[in-house]
């Protein structure tokens, strides 16, 4: 049997490699368009900070390794530029010929390329570029030290975006960050980005959300915003997002759909025989919704090839799709999430429950403990779990691991407490973020508790509720009060029932939640209409600070 693999990296590595030891006697070709077949792209971010010293830690493996180890023929700088499916050849240039290379089963892996959108200056400007591969980490690490750059424009606030920013201040630059959505992070939800907001703003990054860029002038000197105004840049990285590299597979016929996402079946083969295709240039069912997706990672893109080694060789497996599930570092707080956002509910008009639920990594009496903040989004009937993000400066991958592999296995909100974790104050706390995420959604559930999000606040308080703060003068004083709210300290409350109007609505809040629920059960068995500020002081402050009288 004949392979032909088109892309190397994580998805036709993967493949290339699984086949191999399915397959001793299998001809498997790897061709890679580009000089390096191998390399670990995640890490670029990093090179550039100068975090990961030595360029050659980013080359996980070289044809002649390959080809020693797995009797590969890999062949770098290499493009596949046609395919007949009716003929099973594919079409090769190389850099001294062209020739045709027949196969019997083809993998397409081709990935993604940078989204580039247009702007006028963009083609004549020398100082722009993008990251997602090692020609492209040389370009910049060289015109760094070519030009010692003092001001960078990151223009896309996403992953590599942020890892791009972090990167560049790390290297003594001053940065500015340009975000069309409305929030930095938009593959997480508002309030969650915002603290990623001041992580960027504490460490001097300038920040300019709803705008685009819409010019360049000067050689890239000035990017210039759709308000009109003008940024100065010495470099600009553009990280606006990906889209498929899919040209080949189209020109073979092959069908795709979103975005231009080649489509796969459950056994990732696409609408042409024999030829199948896996990684960013998919089209993946979102396993939550069972909708189409797409899901460019890398954590995916390695199961991928795995799988569809398997099945070549003869393997029953099955393509279930992906949940999504990321991280990113920005300075000193981890931003990860798993699953769909509120956003992605609301879209696909999918009713939902949401719990936040402030933590700390470890135990908080143990030296050294940072705050977690976690968010659990929910079926309201029957508790499935749509999706959890978190944030903090440690502890977030460990919840958001925990959860994304709850939804795998078909746990619900009502299992979260139930999971057993190892403890000891170093490590955890006896009662992890993660059960106290589902003793609350136990509680919502199951009518202990009626909250509302940070968003409903305002309107209710129109509506004539009345905000109810239970925290201590001491930290009202300190932090501040939201406006118009009654202030009486939790443990005061029985004692001065008579200072809450009975003919008000009661929204309780506190710094965190916890101490506002017990508030919330006290009033409601004393004959109150009780809601509870999900996420309480701590949450809304932060999102939006400018409601904050201090």
Known sequence: MKIVIVGGVAGGMSAATRLRRLNEDAEIIVLEK?????????????YVAQE???????????PEKLKNRFNLDVRPNSEAVAIDG????????????????????????????PFIPPAAGLEEASNIFTLRSIPDVDGIMAYIEAHQPKKAVVIGAGFIGLE???????????????????????????????????ELEANNVKLYTGLSAQAFEENGKYVVLENGERLESDITLMSVG???????????????????????????ETS???????????????????????????????????????????????????????IVRVFNQTAASTGLTERQLKMSEIPYQTVHVQGKNHAGYYPNATDLLLKVLFDPKTGKIFGAQAIGADGADKRIDIIATAIKGNLTVHDLPELEFTYAPPFGSAKDPVNMAGYAALNVLEGHSDTIQWYELEDLIKDGWLLLDVRDEKEVTEDGRLKNSLVIPLNELRDRLTEVPTDKNIIVSCFSGQRSYIAERLLKQKGYTVKNLDGAFSLYSTVQSEKVEK
């Not at 580009?34 to 990093?46: E, R, T």
């Not at 990906?242 to 990732?268: F, H, N």
């Open 34 to 46: 580009g000089p390096y077949v191998s390399f670990a792209n995640c890490g670029l971010p990093y």
């Open 242 to 268: 990906v889209q498929p590299e899919s040209t080949l597979a189209q020109s073979a016929g092959v069908k795709v759909g979103m975005r231009g996402g080649i489509l796969v079946d459950d056994q990732y």
């Open 272 to 326: 042409v025989k024999d030829i199948y295709a896996v990684g960013d240039a998919i089209i993946v069912k979102q396993q939550i919704t069972g909708q189409d997706a797409m899901i460019a990672l890398a954590s995916p893109a390695n199961r991928q090839g795995r799988q569809v080694a398997d099945i070549i060789s003869g393997y029953k497996r099955t393509n279930k799709g992906s949940i999504g599930t990321a």
């Open 164 to 198: 791009m920013a972090e990167s560049m201040v790390h290297r003594g630059i001053e940065v500015t960050i340009v975000e069309k959505a409305p929030h930095v992070l938009p593959p997480l939800d508002e309030e969650m980005a915002a603290y990623i907001s001041k």
């Open 52 to 62: 990961i010293t030595d360029r050659e830690e980013l080359l996980v493996q070289t």
């Open 86 to 113: 009716d003929k099973k050849m594919v079409r090769v240039k190389s850099l001294d010929e062209e020739y045709e290379l027949p196969y019997d089963k083809l993998i397409l892996s081709p990935g993604a390329r």
